[in-house]
C-alpha cells in the first residue's frame, strides 16, 4: 500500500488549515512536513509546496483584488524580480546536498518562529511598536497611490527578487520576507499589505510551479491531491479562525515552527554528520 497517497491529502489538509488560521505563512511548513513524512528531499519538497501556496495565495490575492486591497502595481512590480530569480533558486537546489539545505531551512523557519513570537507577544501584552522614520513608499494623501520614487523602486525590487530566490532553493512562498519589506518600506495598512503580499505569491510561486514543472522536477502525483487538500484546508482554516483570537493562534503557531525547526535543525545536521567522513573523524579526535 502506497502510504504517500493518504499522506498527501492529509498533510495538505494541515498546511491549508495553518494558512488558514495565521495567513499565507502557515505554507512555509509544507516543506518540512512533507521532508518528515514523505521521506522527500528539500529539492523534491519545494516545487510541491510551491503549487499549494500558489493555489491558496491565488484565492487570496483575488479577494484582495475584489475589495480593492491589493496594490497590483506594487505586487506586479515586486513579482517581476521574483520570477527572475526563481528559476535560479529552482536549478540551484538540486546542486546542493540535502543536509545543508535542510539546515538553511532550519535556520529561516527558527528566524520565522522568533519574529512571530515577539510579534504574539507584543499584541497580547497590548505593546505598541516604536515609531520609526517616513519610509521610502509613501500613499498620496489625495489620490490614495503609491508615490513612486527611486528608494521605494529599489526596495520593493530587492525584496521581490530576494523572495524569488527562496521561493525557487527552498520552497518558501516568500511572505516572511515580503510582509515584513512591505511594513518596513511603505505606510501601506496591514490589510493592504497582506493581499499585496499574496498577490506576489501568487504570482512568484505559479511561476515556480510551471517552471518546475516543465523541468521535470515536480512531482505531480503527490503535488495534486497536496494542494487541493491544502486548498479545502485554508477555506476550512479561515471560518475556523474567526471563533478563535489572533495574537493566541499566532503563538500557537510560532511555537510549533519553532519545534519543527528544532526538529529539522537535528534531523540536517545528523545527515551532514553521516554524510561527510571528515566531521566524524574530527568529532573522534575531540
Same mark, same amino acid.
Given at each position: 500500500?502506497?502510504? +504517500?497517497?493518504? /499522506?498527501?491529502?492529509?498533510?495538505?489538509?494541515?498546511?491549508?488549515?495553518?494558512?488558514?488560521?495565521? %495567513?499565507?505563512?502557515?505554507?512555509?511548513?509544507?516543506?518540512?512536513?512533507?521532508?518528515?513524512?514523505?521521506?522527500?528531499? #528539500?529539492?523534491? +519538497?519545494?516545487?510541491?509546496?510551491?503549487?499549494?501556496?500558489?493555489?491558496?495565495?491565488?484565492?487570496?490575492?483575488?479577494?484582495? /483584488?475584489?475589495?480593492?486591497?491589493?496594490?497590483?502595481?506594487?505586487? %506586479?512590480?515586486?513579482?517581476?524580480?521574483?520570477?527572475?530569480?526563481?528559476?535560479?533558486?529552482?536549478?540551484?537546489?538540486?546542486?546542493?546536498?540535502?543536509?545543508?539545505?535542510?539546515?538553511?531551512?532550519?535556520?529561516?523557519?527558527? *528566524?520565522?518562529?522568533?519574529?512571530?513570537?515577539?510579534?504574539?507577544?507584543?499584541?497580547?501584552?497590548?505593546?505598541?511598536?516604536?515609531?520609526?522614520?517616513?519610509?521610502?513608499?509613501?500613499?498620496?494623501?489625495?489620490?490614495?497611490?503609491? #508615490?513612486?520614487?527611486?528608494?521605494?523602486?529599489?526596495?520593493?525590487?530587492? +525584496?521581490?527578487?530576494?523572495?524569488?530566490?527562496?521561493?525557487?532553493? /527552498?520552497? #518558501? %512562498?516568500?511572505? &516572511?520576507?515580503?510582509?515584513?519589506?512591505?511594513?518596513?518600506?511603505?505606510?501601506?495598512?496591514?490589510?493592504?499589505?497582506?493581499?499585496?503580499?499574496?498577490?506576489?505569491?501568487?504570482?512568484?510561486?505559479?511561476?515556480?510551479?510551471?517552471?518546475?514543472?516543465?523541468?521535470?522536477?515536480?512531482?505531480?502525483?503527490?503535488?495534486?491531491?497536496?494542494?487541493? +487538500?491544502?486548498?479545502?484546508?485554508?477555506?476550512?482554516?479561515? /471560518?475556523?479562525?474567526?471563533?478563535?483570537?489572533?495574537?493566541?493562534?499566532?503563538?500557537? &503557531?510560532?511555537?510549533?515552527?519553532?519545534?519543527?525547526?528544532?526538529?529539522?535543525?537535528?534531523?540536517?545536521?545528523?545527515?551532514?554528520?553521516?554524510? *561527510?567522513?571528515?566531521?566524524?573523524?574530527?568529532?573522534?579526535?575531540?
Amino acid at each position: 500500500m502506497d502510504y +504517500a497517497n493518504i /499522506l498527501a491529502p492529509a498533510l495538505g489538509v494541515l498546511v491549508g488549515l495553518l494558512m488558514g488560521l495565521t %495567513g499565507a505563512g502557515g505554507g512555509i511548513l509544507s516543506v518540512p512536513l512533507l521532508v518528515f513524512f514523505l521521506h522527500l528531499t #528539500v529539492a523534491e +519538497a519545494a516545487p510541491i509546496a510551491l503549487c499549494a501556496v500558489a493555489l491558496a495565495s491565488s484565492i487570496g490575492a483575488i479577494l484582495g /483584488l475584489r475589495n480593492k486591497t491589493l496594490r497590483y502595481k506594487a505586487a %506586479g512590480f515586486m513579482a517581476i524580480f521574483g520570477l527572475i530569480l526563481s528559476p535560479l533558486g529552482l536549478w540551484l537546489a538540486p546542486q546542493i546536498p540535502n543536509a545543508p539545505l535542510q539546515i538553511l531551512f532550519s535556520l529561516i523557519l527558527l *528566524y520565522v518562529a522568533i519574529r512571530l513570537l515577539m510579534q504574539a507577544r507584543r499584541d497580547i501584552q497590548g505593546i505598541e511598536e516604536v515609531s520609526r522614520k517616513p519610509p521610502p513608499c509613501l500613499v498620496h494623501p489625495v489620490v490614495g497611490k503609491l #508615490v513612486w520614487t527611486l528608494p521605494c523602486a529599489r526596495s520593493l525590487m530587492f +525584496a521581490g527578487g530576494l523572495a524569488g530566490l527562496f521561493s525557487g532553493l /527552498l520552497g #518558501v %512562498g516568500g511572505g &516572511f520576507i515580503i510582509v515584513p519589506a512591505l511594513k518596513r518600506y511603505t505606510d501601506l495598512p496591514v490589510k493592504s499589505i497582506v493581499a499585496t503580499s499574496l498577490g506576489v505569491l501568487a504570482i512568484i510561486t505559479g511561476g515556480g510551479a510551471v517552471f518546475s514543472a516543465i523541468q521535470g522536477t515536480l512531482n505531480i502525483p503527490v503535488a495534486a491531491p497536496f494542494s487541493i +487538500a491544502a486548498l479545502a484546508g485554508l477555506l476550512l482554516g479561515q /471560518l475556523i479562525g474567526k471563533k478563535l483570537s489572533g495574537p493566541n493562534i499566532q503563538l500557537i &503557531f510560532a511555537i510549533f515552527t519553532l519545534l519543527i525547526a528544532f526538529s529539522l535543525l537535528g534531523k540536517g545536521s545528523f545527515n551532514l554528520y553521516e554524510q *561527510y567522513p571528515g566531521l566524524q573523524a574530527l568529532f573522534a579526535i575531540s
